[in-house]
């Protein structure tokens, strides 16, 4: 494999896509950038659209891309769920297809929440909180370096991706 410098890890949601890019040069992996695609804020009124937070996902999505290289042929990505709330779930779908239509080329690995939780909290059914304090002491950094938790799972996505893709690896 040619060398790797950088991983991407997402929480995909259409009110706040987490992202996460991963400096692996190194021993171990450094956070270069973190942060979360807003779909709902301060400056978004109610007539805004989802073809406008889909468009702002992609954007985000596609600057990552050209921004980061060379990145691992593989993107991380927390897998979504189905629930009882049909129009959440369909959210949800249409957020992952937005970031996928900016991947192509890149293998696409998703972790079941579930799994992620195992490895980065320590137990399947960690507490979000649980996940964010221990994903922010693996990468040596404070809590407050995730402003909420679609930045924290998508430290700890983009953590098991190199856990198990890049590290194993070696």
């Known amino acids: 494999m040619s060398k790797v410098d950088f991983i991407l890890g997402f929480d995909p949601s259409l009110n706040g896509t ?3 890019v991963l400096d692996v040069r190194r021993k171990h992996p ?4 973190v942060g979360t695609v807003q779909g709902r804020n301060k400056t978004w009124g109610e007539e ?8 702002l996902i992609s954007a985000k999505t596609r600057e990552l891309v050209a921004k980061y ?3 691992y042929p ?6 979504g769920f189905s629930n009882q709330f049909n129009n959440s779930t369909q959210a949800g779908f249409r957020a992952r297809g937005a970031l996928e239509a900016e991947l192509v080329g890149f293998d696409i690995v998703e972790f079941p929440p579930t799994q992620v939780k195992k490895v980065i909290g320590k137990e399947g059914f960690a507490a979000k909180e649980t996940v964010a304090e221990s994903v922010a002491e693996f990468l040596n950094v404070p809590m407050e370096t995730f402003a909420n938790d679609n930045e924290s799972d998508a430290a700890a996505v983009a953590v098991l991706g ?3 893709h890049v590290k194993g690896a070696k």
């Not at 805004?48 to 468009?55: A, G, I, Q, R």
């Not at 593989?74 to 897998?79: A, G, I, Y």
């Open 74 to 79: 593989s993107v991380f990505l927390e897998r």
């Open 162 to 164: 190199w856990l198990k």
């Open 30 to 33: 450094k956070i270069t950038e």
């Open 48 to 55: 805004d659209t989802t073809s406008v937070k889909l468009t």
């Open 18 to 20: 987490g992202y996460c």
């Open 69 to 71: 290289r060379p990145a």
